[in-house]
């Protein structure tokens, strides 16, 4: 037989080529992998209207030793801001740009203008959207709030490949019945990847839910070989208030002494602690809150009743935190992973009512707690929460928008640190991505991308340095009110008197003394700076909205 070497030296080579293709071509996506697997994870954490002091680690009485672990491998910071209330803090924090910016100017409402259309515009870009452009698992389970009208302004089509929660700013704990507030009743949808889901009344608690859907994501995205973001978004301890009865029961009793003395020993501990610096004010004694003392004895029960339950909620969630770092652990991710916490605002005051006969926003259906209440912390206690600053949710003053912040990596994050930061939720979204190696999109899907206008946290969580180097100044404005932070300076006016105040927060965290009067030049330097990053940023003066005040928060149109 006659044999055609030239043929078979033909097959042999493109065999031989062949194979080397292959392997390249496995080793390629080898390497990829392990690029991948190698990138760190990322998990997110926010509480809803819970105060800078509520966590243990911040000074609290209350119990919370899964965050403490975290605090005391990691690092707090002593300043931290985010946008004072819950939908346009969560439009900034998943975008990374400024509220109206990102189209959530006042709430999630539509108020009929861009910067207020009250759902997330496709130009700011989500965490969700860049973290899977990057080759992440994208995954969320809790609150949205930042668009639930649409289909396409849901979670599922604004980059989350699963989503378990709410799309609106409340729900019960123990079922998904209509909020009994407002003309109508405020509605709830419970959602898992795009399907409404229809739990039969108190067969779950809401807080354990977020927990235990977040586990079984991470169990499930193991089987990927990919880095992971998860954006875990409790709602706790927003109200109702409304907790499991095992919960209550561990603080009964804790809260006799009352707010007056609770808020003495929270300072001390925040001074032994270094969060609060030795040479910082502390905010003067709210008026409208009530002495403890010269409380009635039945007064002080309805009270107490209230924060035991807060407290239990506020328990709840670390436990829920808890279950998230067992399985990172369990999964052997954990020496890979950053986690971030933080709160979405400060503790709700404002509309302290103190005759519980007039309050609003409260079912009688059972005692505080259970599922057929309805109530909420109020001012009295929220004075205690936001120990040691001033005023409350929605407001421009400290107490509104400080967080704690609590940042855990293992080796790379300095155990036990305490600095001062000064962060902002819009630098969230650049740390995150420098972190994973991301480039931020100037194009994605077609639409051209809002820059980033934060700041990397990384030299101060990484590089040890003590605050963030901005280069530019910190501006808030929300239904009126306004404030600018740059360096030791914070000008803050309230809405409607708009008269600016100055306060130096390297001594007057406390905001006791105004100094304007004595700074006509840094006014009129950080109001100037102030109404041109309005002007740039989309921003519409306050009063030419007419607001319904029967709505929570209110439907609008522009006057004519």
Known sequence: MKINI???????????????????????YQSNAQNNSSKPNIILIM?????????????????????DRLAKEGTRLREFYNNSICAPTRASLLTGQYQHKAGVGFFDVNLGLPAYQGYLNKESLTLGEVFRSGGYSTLLSGKWHVGSEDQAQWPNQRGFDKFYGILKGASNYFDTKPLPFGKTPYP????????????KDDSYYFTDEIGNNAVTFLEEQNKENKPFFLYLAFTAPHWPLQAKPVDIAKYRGKFDEGWDVLREKRIEKLKA????????????????????SKLTYDEKQFWKAKMEVYAAMVDNMDQNVGKVLNKIKELKKDKNTLIIFISDNGAQGGFNTYNPLGRGLVRNDGPVGTSGSFDYQE???AYLSNTPLQQYKNNMHEGGFSSPFIAWFPSKIKAGRIDKGTGHIIDLAPTFYELAGIEYPKNLNGVNSNPLPGKSLLPVLFDNASEVNRGAPLFWERAGNRAVREGKWKLVSI???????????ETDR???TNV?????????????????????????????????????????????
Do not use: C
């Open 510 to 512: 406390g905001e006791t």
């Open 188 to 199: 709830v949808k419970l959602i898992r990847n795009n399907e409404e889901l229809h739990p």
């Open 379 to 381: 001012q009295n206690w």
């Open 273 to 292: 602690s270094g969060i609060l610096p030795a040479n910082q004010t502390v905010s003067a004694r709210d008026p409208e809150v009530p002495e403890w």
């Open 47 to 67: 509480v809803d209207d819970m105060g800078y002091s509520d966590l243990g680690n911040y000074g609290s009485e209350i119990s919370t030793p899964n965050l």
């Open 495 to 505: 809405y409607p008197s708009y008269e600016w105040e100055l306060y130096n927060l």
């Open 6 to 28: 030239k043929n078979t030296m033909n097959t042999k080579l493109k065999n031989i080529l062949l194979s080397f293709l292959v392997s390249g071509t496995v080793s390629f």
């Open 516 to 560: 304007a009067a004595q700074n006509p030049g840094i006014v009129n330097e950080l109001s100037a700076k102030y109404f041109d990053w309005a002007d740039k940023t989309g921003v519409v003066e306050y009063s030419k909205f007419k607001l319904k005040p029967e709505t929570m928060p209110g439907g609008a149109a522009l006057k004519k």
